[in-house]
Nanobody
Framework: QVQLVESGGGLVQAGGSLRLSCAAS????????MGWFRQAPGKEREFVAA????????YYAGSVKGRFTISRDNAKNTVYLQMNSLKPEDTAVYYC???????????????WGQGTQVTVSS
């Protein structure tokens, strides 16, 4: 079983940038497809980005495409989410997840981190 810990969240002004990290322990991340999701207060958890275990495929939600970049460093057992041109509507708790399927549905990922808060002020 893999344990995931997110970091890098915080408060940033609109137009700013943050880089989230998701560090794994227990098992190597190299065999997992990874996803980033977010959940704002009163809303359902939504897909943000995914990257395949082989690092050959990525996929983004339309709302973040062109602003966010997902990447992975299997040697460091870490996945990243670079977030640029942040908007107030990006405010949410961001979660990373690991699974055997390259998917956008949260139900496809059995392993989750505890989340990190991102707040974008206008």
């Amino acid at each position: 079983q893999v344990q995931l810990v997110e970091s890098g969240g915080g408060l940033v002004q609109a137009g700013g940038s943050l880089r989230l990290s998701c560090a794994a322990s227990g098992r190597t991340l190299s065999s997992y497809n990874m996803g980033w999701f977010r959940q704002a207060p009163g809303k359902e958890r939504e897909f943000v980005a995914a990257i395949s275990w082989s690092d050959t495929n990525t996929y983004y939600a339309g709302s973040v495409k062109g602003r966010f970049t997902i990447s992975r460093d299997n040697a460091k057992n870490t996945v990243y989410l670079q977030m640029n041109s942040l908007k107030p509507e990006d405010t949410a708790v961001y979660y990373c997840a690991a699974g055997s399927v390259f998917a956008v549905r949260p139900q496809s990922y059995p392993y989750w981190g505890q989340g990190t808060q991102v707040t974008v002020s206008s």
